[in-house]
């Protein structure tokens, strides 16, 4: 007789760390739990299907994963696509006055986000301290091109209250650079936040790498609220070179008028975008950073050909 197939409960995965998980049920327990087999790979926010641990056990059995959608990537050092965290519906992308921001990290996220079809504001922490003018233009540029801004502080007014608005009803994740205040954040929006890590430590005895790993935690007011690690750089998986413009609003808007359809806004004639750039409806530092990534895609279609995106002719390459 073959052995009955486990009766398996619905859950979502609060932490990963490698082949170990934290899955939350529907009730709201949490079951540290491990994946089963070697090809099955899951990330914060997952949706998962379950065993509970058997009489003696611990730990639980994830056996099937369940279609992601929005999902966060980021590029490995092999040229792969990673999955970060799933099921997203908003991206938050957290800057300061200090450290100084990095603004094509910020400019990264944003463009991830708009790819993958997630909602993107900036949260500008720290607010009490005053901003550079080189911020506060940056800023200024973001919000004209139609991202929201947040200014929010721990410490001092304007406080978190703006910001804990944006996050009811939603699945968003703190994406940014180390020492921006991302923790405190955390913990101001989700007091519960640290005790709920030390939790999921003790659970999947990873103690001292669980902040290495992102971790989901439940509102009071009714959203879900992911904390990634802080970043000194990040890559998204790229699209094929036309459709990187589409994670730059303005350069998308400005491209319709290019002569050519499939124009990648760098040598080519009658090209709208570097117009707009040099009459300065499209911002320079945007600009450079489209092509950034364009080049980075190139890098890696010559460094790993079989992963480049697929794509129809175009007259240019």
Same mark, same amino acid.
């Given at each position: 007789?073959?052995?009955?197939?486990?009766?398996?409960?619905?859950?979502?995965?609060?932490?990963?760390?490698?082949?170990?998980?934290?899955?939350?049920?529907?009730?709201?327990?949490?079951?540290?739990?491990?994946?089963?087999?070697?090809?099955?790979?899951?990330?914060?926010?997952?949706?998962?299907?379950?065993?509970?641990?058997?009489?003696?056990?611990?730990?639980?059995?994830?056996?099937?994963?369940?279609?992601?959608?929005?999902?966060?990537?980021?590029?490995?050092?092999?040229?792969?696509?990673?999955?970060?965290?799933?099921?997203?519906?908003?991206?938050?992308?957290?800057?300061? *006055? /200090? %450290? @100084?921001?990095?603004?094509?990290?910020?400019?990264?996220?944003?463009? &991830? #986000? !708009?790819?993958? +079809?997630?909602?993107?504001?900036?949260?500008?922490?720290?607010?009490?301290?005053?901003?550079?003018?080189?911020?506060?233009?940056?800023?200024?540029?973001?919000?004209?091109?139609?991202?929201?801004?947040?200014?929010?502080?721990?410490?001092?007014?304007?406080?978190?209250?703006?910001?804990?608005?944006?996050?009811?009803?939603?699945?968003?994740?703190?994406?940014?650079?180390?020492?921006?205040?991302?923790?405190?954040?955390?913990?101001?929006?989700?007091?519960?936040?640290?005790?709920?890590?030390?939790?999921?430590?003790?659970?999947?005895?990873?103690?001292?790498?669980?902040?290495?790993?992102?971790?989901?935690?439940?509102?009071?007011?009714?959203?879900?609220?992911?904390?990634?690690?802080?970043?000194?750089?990040?890559?998204? *998986? /790229? %699209? @094929?070179?036309?459709?990187?413009?589409?994670?730059?609003?303005?350069? &998308? #808007? !400005?491209?319709? +008028?290019?002569?050519?359809?499939?124009?990648?806004?760098?040598?080519?004639?009658?090209?709208?975008?570097?117009?707009?750039?040099?009459?300065?409806?499209?911002?320079?530092?945007?600009?450079?950073?489209?092509?950034?990534?364009?080049?980075?895609?190139?890098?890696?279609?010559?460094?790993?050909?079989?992963?480049?995106?697929?794509?129809?002719?175009?007259?240019?390459?």
């Amino acid at each position: 007789m073959t052995a009955a197939a486990p009766e398996l409960d619905a859950g979502r995965v609060v932490a990963s760390h490698g082949r170990q998980l934290v899955v939350e049920t529907e009730s709201g327990e949490r079951v540290p739990c491990r994946l089963q087999g070697r090809k099955l790979s899951a990330v914060c926010g997952d949706a998962v299907r379950f065993g509970l641990p058997s009489q003696g056990e611990t730990c639980g059995t994830v056996h099937e994963i369940l279609p992601r959608h929005h999902v966060l990537e980021r590029v490995s050092t092999s040229g792969r696509a990673e999955a970060v965290v799933a099921n997203l519906t908003q991206l938050i992308a957290v800057v300061a *006055p /200090l %450290p @100084e921001p990095d603004w094509f990290v910020v400019d990264h996220y944003l463009a &991830a #986000a !708009a790819w993958s +079809g997630i909602a993107a504001l900036i949260a500008f922490n720290k607010a009490e301290l005053e901003a550079p003018a080189t911020a506060a233009a940056e800023l200024a540029a973001f919000l004209s091109i139609g991202y929201p801004i947040v200014n929010c502080s721990t410490r001092a007014a304007p406080g978190i209250g703006t910001l804990a608005a944006r996050l009811v009803g939603a699945t968003s994740v703190l994406v940014g650079q180390s020492g921006t205040g991302k923790s405190s954040l955390l913990n101001a929006l989700a007091p519960e936040a640290r005790a709920v890590t030390q939790e999921i430590s003790a659970a999947t005895e990873q103690g001292r790498h669980t902040t290495s790993h992102a971790v989901l935690h439940r509102l009071a007011s009714g959203g879900d609220l992911i904390d990634s690690p802080g970043v000194r750089g990040y890559a998204p *998986p /790229l %699209p @094929e070179a036309r459709a990187i413009a589409s994670g730059f609003a303005e350069i &998308a #808007a !400005a491209a319709a +008028g290019c002569r050519f359809s499939d124009c990648l806004h760098d040598a080519e004639p009658g090209c709208a975008v570097r117009e707009a750039v040099a009459a300065g409806r499209v911002g320079a530092r945007r600009y450079e950073s489209f092509r950034r990534l364009v080049g980075l895609m190139r890098e890696f279609a010559a460094r790993y050909p079989e992963r480049r995106p697929r794509r129809g002719p175009s007259r240019f390459t």
